[in-house]
């Protein structure tokens, strides 16, 4: 397993399971997001995306999301090397700071995130909050994290050393009458004429 820069030939691929996945695809770019892949069977695993935002009165801001694994190959350390090579590309392009907005303040925490206050946020990601909750994640909270303090946990670097695509259950429960409305217990039968 290795994660690489995404190519322009995946943006389908991207585009599909940002969908899928109900993540954020605002200004999507496929060279900002990489990609896990596994080194034996050349699937995709999982995606994360650097977006770094340019306001014309500040500083450059710098922003993970649309972090994304598959569900076969969950629990597997794919998102922690995600999440780690975009914060090597942060600092690769001179961040101290980078930020997330997501609902997953407990799994980021892991790696040293740290839950802030909306207004610890620049100006330009309090917006882009208020805008993540209007309309992809309405339980986002903001994120920071200090590179420097950015750790990798140990079972994570295991995981990912051994991981492999695992079955992931797809199957739809079946219907039942309840979900049409029915009481079982009251129909007898299957056109009721009221004679």
């Given at each position: 397993m290795y994660v690489r820069d995404a190519k322009n030939r995946e943006e389908v691929w991207l585009l599909d399971h940002i969908e899928e996945m109900g993540l954020d695809d605002t200004a999507f770019r496929s060279r900002d997001y990489v990609l896990a892949i596994d080194e034996h069977t050349h699937e995709k695993a999982g995606f994360g995306r650097i977006r770094i935002h340019k306001p014309d009165d500040a500083d450059p801001i710098c922003e993970l999301t649309s972090i994304g694994v598959l569900p076969e190959w969950r629990d597997q350390g794919v998102g922690a090397h995600v999440i780690e090579r975009l914060v090597e590309y942060a600092a690769d392009e001179g961040f101290d700071v980078v930020y997330s907005l997501t609902s997953a303040d407990d799994y980021l925490a892991q790696f040293g995130f740290e839950r802030i206050?909306?207004?610890?946020?620049?100006?330009?990601?309090?917006?882009?909050?208020?805008?993540?909750?209007?309309?992809?994640?309405?339980?986002?909270?903001?994120?920071?994290?200090q590179r420097d303090r950015f750790r990798m946990p140990d079972r994570f670097r295991e995981r990912f050393k051994n991981a492999s695509v695992h079955e992931a259950d797809t199957s739809e429960p079946e219907d039942s009458p309840e979900d049409f409305g029915i009481d079982p217990d009251e129909a007898t039968y299957k056109y009721d004429t009221g004679s």
């Open positions: 206050e909306s207004e610890q946020l620049p100006e330009r990601l309090q917006e882009r909050l208020e805008t993540k909750r209007e309309n992809v994640q309405p339980d986002a909270v903001p994120l920071r994290l």
